[in-house]
């Protein structure tokens, strides 16, 4: 059976990565505008700017609260535990 996007997106992830870190807190600040039904476009072309590689579909996109919810807990429970990158604080 096949991955599903979540997976692939969890498999590859690694919260010590500093580009995977960095493209995650983009995706952070670019949250609101999800639902901007002009931004659309723009938000797949950012989802698939990611630096593992995985490409979405405009219908894979669809899940991306979800992809975003599991990637955020899953670098939280790593910042924890003292196993992540942390950017630098931005104000």
């Known amino acids: 059976m096949a991955d599903t996007i979540t997976q692939r997106f969890i498999k590859k992830f690694d919260a010590n990565n500093e580009s995977h870190v960095t493209w995650l807190q983009k995706m952070t600040v670019l949250a609101p505008s999800l639902g901007d039904p002009n931004a659309r476009n723009q938000v797949v072309n950012d989802i698939n700017d990611n630096p593992m590689k995985i490409k979405v579909t405009t219908v894979e996109a669809l899940d ?9 807990t899953s670098y939280a429970t790593q910042v924890l535990t003292g196993k992540a990158f942390i950017p630098p604080r931005v104000d």
């Not at 991306?64 to 955020?72: E, G, K, N, S, Y």
């Open 64 to 72: 991306w609260p979800h992809i975003h919810f599991v990637l955020a």
